[in-house]
């Protein structure tokens, strides 16, 4: 029977919350979900081999998704001991340079599951796409994450694209070059990965804000220009708004567009643990001034988020 103090034990409780566990969790899944409940009823009439690829577009995903929250760790100590002292794990649990080490086996262990079932020369798109992403994660932990406005967007492209990246390993780099070729169900679902994918990017962005916000203090000591620092506090909470009525009204258009099909269970859930939350948090965010403020309503774009993609489970019903 372990015990939580073993040294090991402890040691391995540590490296998970350096690999940020709770979102490598969301990662899988939000990839499982896209691919059991929408790809998978789209196409009912495939072997259950194809799903044999998709185990390892996940373990891709989670080896270069850990590698990214490790080197930003790596680069963000002086930062992280005034923003959440308590959490920092490199150097005072976890020494810097296995830190280095496990971020160099991570991502080339990612680059190499991908190698394994996907040809090159036909799925040359997954493994440029995963070698880029590498190289985003190390520059977004160097510079861009200090710079206006870059690293929020960068952060939600990558979010996004932990959708796009099951779509695109559904098909081959000559199947994406000619899309007049594609059938009903590509196309329906193309438009499911562009919708949870945009949702996604929309409220990454949104949870970023909030996050530099709730950071300012040791983001404004180690001379990063984020948003609220650059714009101030109160344009931040405009832009943040904005993105919130966008949000709140797409996906109100989208119910109305659902009620003639009488998907009124659906429609509810949206209503309830989507468009709700977001409300909450539109009409709390101009009282908001303190740290645990921010912290608060991040974790309800949070919830709203996961909410979102637990939706992707109607579609196994619906498609």
Request: net charge positive; with cysteine.
């Amino acid at each position: 029977m372990f015990k939580l103090n073993n040294p090991t034990v402890k040691s391995f409780i540590h490296f998970l919350r350096l690999v940020r566990w709770p979102n490598l969790l969301f990662i899988i899944l939000a990839e499982s979900l896209f691919h059991f409940f929408i790809y998978k009823p789209l196409y009912p009439n495939l072997a259950l081999t194809a799903d044999y690829p998709f185990y390892f577009i996940v373990a891709t995903s989670i080896c270069i998704a850990a590698a990214g929250y490790i080197i930003n760790d790596y680069f963000d100590i002086n930062i992280d001991q005034v923003n959440k002292p308590k959490s920092v794990v490199v150097g005072a649990y976890i020494s810097r340079r296995w830190v280095i080490f496990w971020h160099l086996i991570l991502s080339m262990g990612g680059v190499y599951l991908s190698l394994i079932v996907f040809p090159f020369q036909q799925y040359v798109h997954i493994h440029f796409s995963n070698l880029v992403t590498i190289l985003i994660l190390w520059f977004y932990s160097t510079n861009f994450k200090r710079d206006f406005l870059i690293g929020n967007v960068v952060i939600a492209v990558l979010t996004a694209w932990t959708i796009g990246v099951v779509y695109f390993s559904k098909f081959t780099f000559m199947q994406l070059a000619h899309p007049t070729q594609m059938q009903p169900a590509d196309l329906k679902l193309f438009k499911l990965m562009l919708l949870y994918s945009s949702f996604a990017f929309i409220l990454t962005l949104i949870r970023e804000a909030l996050k530099d916000m709730e950071d300012m203090i040791g983001d404004e000591k180690f001379g990063c220009t984020t948003m609220p620092i650059a714009w101030g506090l109160q344009t931040t909470k405009v832009y943040v708004a904005v993105w919130l009525m966008v949000l709140i009204l797409v996906l109100s258009i989208i119910q109305l567009y659902a009620i003639p099909f009488g998907w009124w269970i659906p429609i509810v859930y949206c209503i309830t643990t989507i468009i709700a939350p977001l409300v909450y948090v539109l009409f709390n965010l101009k009282k908001a001034f303190s740290r645990e403020d921010f912290n608060r309503l991040s974790k309800w774009i949070k919830f709203a988020m996961l909410m979102g993609i637990l939706s992707m489970g109607f579609f196994y019903f619906l498609l």
